[in-house]
């Protein structure tokens, strides 16, 4: 009992005692020891986007078309011969087959590089035929309506100032950041990949349905829908 | 690492494997190359699972649990090496056994033409599957090692024999419909298989249309990418996926260089190998597959070419049809040789593609040595192989099952003991008769020198 009571006489003395105070800070700098910079590395290796992610990425840049759709567009009805079916493409693509228990692939390989050419080139092709290239008489197609092409050509000659301008528009729509953010020499190469295409096709079959202008900036386009940035994450 | 005495006579074996072959214990992979660059292989699974007692382990009586082949439920009609023989009871007929001229070991009438050939084929009989779902009988016959939680766990026999070999060749592995797994360390990007759906989606792919660019144009694009990736590789943490692209962009550059689009294209091929029968019923498909292995290796482009060929998943009635099956296959095999026996070898003066052709069959496992209630035959255990390569002893059966359940048999001792052969002792003496260090790639298996040529 007498315990008890000498309890409760303690406990009320803390009661009443002031509150502790803690600093809002050290009372005197903390000593630095070194310093170290914050690993940003990525701690996982460059993995390749599935099939499906490609094909609906595909389709979403010819249009949000459905992939039969996107196979007629491709296809034409010019005897282009710049697609074939998409059955032919499926398991260099890297699709799985599970009638056949044959896995996704999940590393690129030399086919499925060509593979990627060749869907590609289709895709850019048709886009450019599309955005910048209306039919006699016909007004081309307003920017908000364009497939990949987002952009006007300019009326003189392309300098690299207005050649960036534009690669930004198209590096923006299949890598998904703007090329100022990308590595330094990347406009600079793609610069020279235009002015080495159109020099040379002004050299090329004249049959070419491409100015050298539009053969310049197709290939820019094939250049982006088949960097290796495009592919993996 | 600590070393037991089964390490110690592992590595013993693989070195054994080395010197057998004429290179160092621990051969490099550059002296493997060198030594084998002018060998070429062709993979070949029969998916389903195959009866192995209507070929390669023959049965024609009632015994124990097995139930032959008979009249009764199999279509003898198209079967040349079919000859009825009685059955102890019923009014059906089973078959007589088929004892090739200068052979020493008897088959079943599955194996058809091949049996002309008898002195260039080794079969290996009894080999313990330890497994009848499909997704791991191929994945085991095929890689050596059993998936792990459904993920395949090493790289499978065509995309090793590529990471020493085929490096440098254009087309290192082309798959088709072939289970080819590349997992696994040390492996080149290059090598990683071409999986197609047929051969003819190779031309495909590679046509491309003169009507807006030229094909200097589209090199021109290939070619900045190869430096795009190179130029990306040296800023990641983790430059080999990366590098892998830079090479593949450089490879596609070779390819499309090469207008192998009008060579791979299926009618190109059929013209071009009129030897190979088309029209069959089973294998007229994958006949084209034979052909595309034909030219490649005679192009010097390709170093392995693996395909399937489907159907022997016969749990029903459509049994009557497996020996059919496997008379065509085996026919296609025989056809094949005979085609790489016409074939000059694109580097080797005077030789002749076959005597450079190293021909591997396997499929995911056996049937049962019963037949079910549907006339048909399930899932078993075990396994038989088929191998044609002058690097092998020729005429010989290796490996045995038992008399009444057809079940593998110990055969010979290995280093864990007396056991029946399994197919990574298949792979790793596949492996070892051409130098290479099966450790390298499999965690199990043994060289069997008995299988190897001296």
């Known amino acids: ?233 | 690492m600590k070393t037991t005495r089964r390490t110690f006579l592992q590595v013993l074996s693989a070195g054994a494997a080395a010197t057998w072959v004429g290179l160092p214990p621990h051969a490099s992979m550059a002296d493997v190359a060198s030594a084998n660059e002018t060998e070429f292989f062709v993979f070949l699974i029969a998916l389903g699972g195959w009866d192995v007692t209507l070929w390669a382990d023959p049965r024609n009586e009632a015994r124990g649990i097995i139930h032959p082949a008979s009249t009764e439920n199999t279509d003898t009609s198209q079967l040349t090496r079919w000859v009825d023989a009685p059955l102890a009871e019923g009014p059906f007929k089973t078959f007589e056994l088929v004892r090739p001229r200068g052979g020493s070991h008897a088959f079943g009438p599955g194996i058809g033409d091949l049996a002309d050939m008898v002195d260039r084929i080794t079969v290996i009989n009894g080999l313990e599957m330890n497994t009848v779902a499909h997704p791991d009988g191929q994945v085991f016959s095929t890689t050596g090692r059993h998936p792990e939680g459904g993920r395949v766990a090493a790289c499978s026999i065509d995309t090793m024999i590529s990471n020493e070999m085929g490096r440098h060749q254009l087309l290192p592995t082309v798959s088709v419909r072939y289970p080819s797994s590349y997992v696994g360390e040390n492996l080149d990007r290059r090598v990683v298989p071409l999986a197609i759906d047929d051969v003819g989606s190779i031309s495909r792919t590679l046509s491309r249309s003169p009507i807006y660019d030229a094909s200097s144009e589209r090199d021109r694009v290939t070619a900045m990418l190869s430096e795009e990736a190179r130029d990306l590789a040296q800023r990641s943490t983790y430059p080999d996926v990366l590098e892998g692209m830079s090479l593949q962009y450089d490879a596609l550059r070779r390819m499309l260089g090469g207008n192998l689009q009008d060579v791979f294209s299926a009618g190109g091929l059929r013209k071009a190998h009129p030897e190979l029968d088309y029209k069959r019923r089973f294998t007229g498909g994958p006949a084209v597959n034979a052909a595309f292995a034909v030219e490649a290796m005679k192009r010097n482009l390709v170093r392995c070419v693996s395909f399937a060929v489907g159907g022997f998943d016969t749990h029903a009635n459509n049994y009557r049809l497996q020996a059919q099956l496997q008379q065509e296959t085996f026919g296609l095999v025989a056809d094949l040789v005979k085609s790489l026996d016409a074939t000059p070898h694109p580097t080797v003066r005077g030789a002749k593609l076959s005597e450079h052709t190293h021909i591997l069959v396997v499929s995911d496992f056996c049937r049962t040595p019963q037949i079910n209630l549907g006339m048909g035959r399930d899932h078993y255990p075990n396994n038989s192989a088929l191998v044609v390569s002058p690097r092998f002893r020729a005429n010989l059966v290796f490996g045995q099952t038992d008399r009444d359940q057809l079940l593998p048999q110990p055969v010979r001792r290995f280093t864990d003991g007396e056991r029946a052969i399994a197919p990574p002792d298949l792979l790793a003496t596949f492996l070892g008769a051409f130098g290479i260090d099966p450790r390298k790639y499999m965690r199990d298996g043994e060289v069997v020198r008995e299988l190897l040529r001296a």
């Open chain 1, 1 to 233: 009992m007498r315990s008890l009571a000498a309890a409760c006489l303690a406990a009320l003395a803390a009661c009443g005692a002031p509150a502790e105070r803690v600093a809002a800070g050290p009372s005197a700098p903390l000593p630095e020891h070194g310093v170290t910079v914050e690993d940003t590395a990525p701690k996982e290796d460059l993995r390749l986007v599935p099939p499906e992610v490609y094909m609906r990425t595909y389709l979403r840049l010819f249009g949000g078309l459905a992939p039969l759709d996107a196979q007629k567009r491709a296809r034409g009805a010019d005897g282009a011969g710049l697609f074939d079916a998409w059955d032919d493409y499926v398991s260099a693509l890297g699709f799985p087959d599970y009638r056949l228990d044959v896995p996704r692939l999940t590393q690129t390989n030399a086919l499925m590089a060509a593979t990627f050419e060749r869907l590609g080139v289709a895709l850019c092709d048709r886009a450019l035929e599309h955005d910048l290239k209306a039919p006699k008489g016909a007004e081309l197609p307003p920017l908000s309506e364009r497939l990949v092409f987002a952009f006007e050509l300019p009326h003189g000659a392309m300098d690299q100032a207005a050649f960036a301008s534009r690669f930004d528009v198209l590096h923006r729509t299949f890598l998904g950041y703007p090329a100022s953010l990308a590595p330094p020499e990347r406009t600079a190469r793609f610069f020279q990949l235009y002015r080495d295409i159109v020099a040379g096709h002004t050299k090329a079959d004249p049959r070419s349905r491409f100015t050298p202008d539009e053969a310049g900036w197709a290939s820019v386009c094939y250049g982006l829908v088949r960097h290796p940035e495009f592919h993996l994450y």
